[in-house]
Each structure stands twice: as C-alpha cells, then as structure tokens.
C-alpha cells in the first residue's frame, strides 16, 4: 500500500463496495488508503419512521463488518463533520456519489464549500442511477416530462460496466454507533399522524450480500415480471427497492444482469420510471411538496377534523374498502407495499376521502423502508393527478375493479384483513363484504364528486 494521504470516502445512498466508482477512485486517489465516512445528518432522517431508520442502521452496520469494523460513524452536520474528519487524517479530497436530491444537493454545497475553505475538494462520481438526471434530453435540450419519450432516448443510453471493488486497506478513526441512526430519527412526527401507530416492521435482510442474494432471485422472477408483477397476492415483483433505495445495489447492476426477453424488459422499464422520477424533480425540486402542474393549485381539498379521522382510518388500515385496507395493513406489517397498491389507496385518499395528497406522502414517507422522495412524491401527484400523468382529469381508480382485476383469488384480501380471511371472492371484494365494517364513505358518490372538484379546479363543467 501507498504512504499517500488517505483520502475518505463519504457514504450515503450507495452503502456497498461492488460497483462503486466512488470508491474506487478514492482508492487509486489514496494509494489505496481509504477512510469511510457515513454521517448521522438528523435533518435528512426527519421523514423516516421507526422501521426505516432501523434498516438504514441494519445496512450500516452490515457495511460496517465487510469493512472489519473500520467504518467511521458521526453524528451532525455534514458541514462540519466531513471537513473536521478530512483534517483529523489529513485527506486532500472527499470522494462521494452524487446526491440529485433538493436537500442533497443543498448540502453538498455547504461541504464543498467548507472543504474549499480549508484547500480541499469534495469530489462527486458516479450517481445512484444508471443515467444521472439532468443528462436526457429531449431533441431541442429541453428536459422531459412525459415518461415514454424520455424512457425512449434513456434507453439509447450505452450502459456503464459494473466496477469491481477495489483493493483498499480501510483508515479508521474515532466514531459512533449506528444505534445513533435510530436514536436521533422519529423526531418530528408530523402532527396530522395523531395517534397512529410507530412500531416498526419486522426488517427484511439488509446490506450489500442480501441485496446480492435478492438480484439473484429477481433475475429469475424477471422471465415472468410482466405478466406477475400487478399480480397482488403473488411474489411476482423484484423486491429490489430497498436495496435500490439505500444503494446496497445499483440500478446498474440489475440491468447488466438482466437477459432477453419482454420480462427483463418490463423490469427495465420500471427502473426507468425510477430515473425518469429522479430527472423531474432535479428540474422542479419544487415539485417535493408542490404541484408539478399549477393549474391544481385550487384544487378544493378537505382539511377539517373529519377529514384528519378519515386519514388516519386510511393509515390503519379502517376504511371498509377491503382491497385498501388490505394495502395499508400490509405498509404497517411489512414497512413495503406492492406498487399497484400504492397506486389504489392513493388514489382512495385523494379521490374518494378528497384530502391532500401531501398527508398520504408523509404517511409513507413514514412507514416505507424503500420510500424514495422522488418515486414517491411524483408517484402521489401522478395518482393525485398534479404531476406527469396525461390523462389524470378522468383516472379514478375503482378499489373493486382493481381487486377484481388484480387480486382475482381475494387471497390478497384475505392475507392482510383478518376479518375477510374466509371470505372468498368476488364477496370479499366489496365495501361492507361479509358483515366487514361500515365503509367510510361511498366510492360511487365520492369519485362523482372528484370530478366535480377537478372540473372546478380546472375552470370546466364536470
């Protein structure tokens, strides 16, 4: 090994050693001397609930051990914690994969800017997607926002090859536990939450060597994935997300292990919509916490306490919609939620219950161990209709045609409400089924009344 200055390596959304170019030129950059760097930054936790703030520390600690117990674990601002450990060991740079994030990208210039202070550089490489945002272009180098042009010229883009983890000899230094990751989250409970449960979810494996034996098993699922991912109560999605999430696995990796056929290719695409998500909100970070499309400003939404009940009875999991109570009792058992029903109970919240679709956000923001601010937020306003759908006016899901369609067995149904769990289809499918507690409001009514208030929102007759 070299006698050149170690240099660090700061660890955020890419908590692994295989294919990480980051890492890899710290290690030519050092002589292979590395020092690795995660930071408790309390700010950036403030969205996360018990469950994924202890599979964040599950996944520290898992990066921790294939590092011999070397990585060095702070707690504060990044501003102050990055440049005094660059001091501490002497390290002329701090090599990181790029943060898009609003709040990534706000911090990054802060500690930049502090190293800069003091003759050292932060240097970004690489990105958690296959193609960092900002990069695809439309034909006039206009950014997109529509998914299937975008999904067109991204696709055109040659695929980087995975890098192999490099040869390094790990510097430690003084640190923390991840316990603090636990510890300094769940802070600020927002308040709409009232008495709505906290316990956390069972964990599923976390950190790199499970997100390896995961691939394994969704590169087998991807030869059926697009006629079983929408399938609700079958394993027929990659499960990946959490590992995408916290970067344990790039998206890179999953494509260079996919093969042929319309399986991987709708795999593909799904990953896609995770970039395409990633590249709006680097345009409009903004769009976070507001409406990708202004025009939905005055959308007429409910705030009042009736209104704050409904929404906790859609947190529990109480609506007496079954197919809705059965997606959010899985959030609360699992800390996951199969996609298509996300899409159905979003839809329940802001078209049926009629409230912001901000409360559903944060709710899941709270509960999902892979919540994603961008694939979550324009995933809320694509349902809600306030982002990049185009046809959001009409698109009102219906929570029993979806359960038809979807879940044609009830056995979905039956896993997660205990009270249907002898019901059998299609009676389990419907508002009030077997005797099922009282619905909160009625669906035909309610979507009528959707309409109604897009119509107004928008300055047209219903």
């Not at 060991?89 to 990054?108: C, T, Y």
């Not at 027929?236 to 916290?246: D, E, K, P, Q, Y």
């Not at 009830?410 to 089924?433: D, K, M, N």
């Amino acid at each position: 090994m070299s006698s050149l200055a170690p240099a660090i390596v700061w660890f955020r959304r890419d908590l692994r050693l295989r294919d990480h170019p980051a890492l890899a030129a710290a290690a030519r950059a050092g002589g292979g001397r590395v020092v690795a760097l995660f930071v408790v930054d309390e700010r950036l936790l403030a969205p996360a609930g018990p469950t994924r703030a202890a599979y964040l520390a599950a996944t520290v600690r898992e990066l921790d051990r294939t590092m011999g117990g070397r990585l060095v674990v702070r707690v504060g601002d990044p501003a102050a914690v990055v440049p005094a450990l660059a001091r501490e060991v002497g390290a002329p740079a701090v090599w990181v994969s790029e943060d898009f994030g609003p709040q990534g990208r706000r911090r990054d210039e802060r500690v930049a800017a502090a190293l800069a202070a003091e003759g050292r550089e932060l240097r970004s490489v690489d990105s958690p997607y296959v193609v960092a945002p900002g990069v695809v272009r439309g034909p006039q180098g206009n950014p997109y926002r529509v998914f299937t042009p975008f999904f067109r010229a991204w696709d055109e883009i040659a695929l980087d090859i995975p890098v192999d983890v490099p040869d390094v000899e790990w510097i430690g230094a003084d640190g923390t536990s991840a316990d603090e990751i636990v510890a300094r989250s769940s802070r600020r409970r927002p308040e709409i939450f009232g008495d709505l449960p906290d316990g956390p979810a069972p964990l599923a494996p976390a950190g790199e060597a499970a997100a390896r034996a995961a691939l394994a098993v969704a590169v087998e699922r991807a030869r059926d994935y697009e006629d079983r991912r929408d399938a609700l109560a079958e394993e027929g999605t990659s499960r990946l997300s959490a590992h995408l999430r916290f970067g344990t696995l790039h998206p890179r990796t999953v494509l260079a292990a996919l093969g042929p056929g319309p399986g991987p290719r709708a795999l593909r695409r799904q990953l896609a919509w995770r970039e395409f998500y990633a590249d709006v909100l680097f345009h409009h970070p903004a769009s976070a916490w507001r409406n990708l499309q202004p025009t939905l400003d005055g959308l007429e939404v409910d705030r009042d306490g009736a209104a704050r009940e409904r929404f906790r009875c859609w947190a529990r999991g109480e609506t007496g919609v079954p197919l809705v109570d059965a997606a959010m009792r899985q959030l609360l058992e699992e800390g996951w939620m199969h996609n298509r029903a996300r899409m159905v109970s979003a839809s329940f919240l802001v078209k049926h219950l009629h409230l912001d679709w901000r409360w559903g956000a944060r709710w899941f923001a709270w509960r999902l161990v892979d919540f994603d601010l961008a694939s979550n937020q324009h995933g809320w306003q694509w349902t809600a209709g306030t982002g990049t759908d185009a046809a959001p006016f009409h698109r009102v899901f219906s929570p029993v045609r979806q359960a038809e369609r979807f879940d044609p067995e009830g056995a979905f149904i039956r896993r997660y409400v205990g009270e249907l769990a002898t019901v059998e289809a299609p009676e389990c499918w419907s508002p009030g089924a077997a005797g099922y507690r009282h619905p909160v409001v009625d669906l035909d009514v309610e979507r009528r009344e959707a309409l109604a208030r897009f119509a107004a929102a928008r300055g047209r007759r219903p």
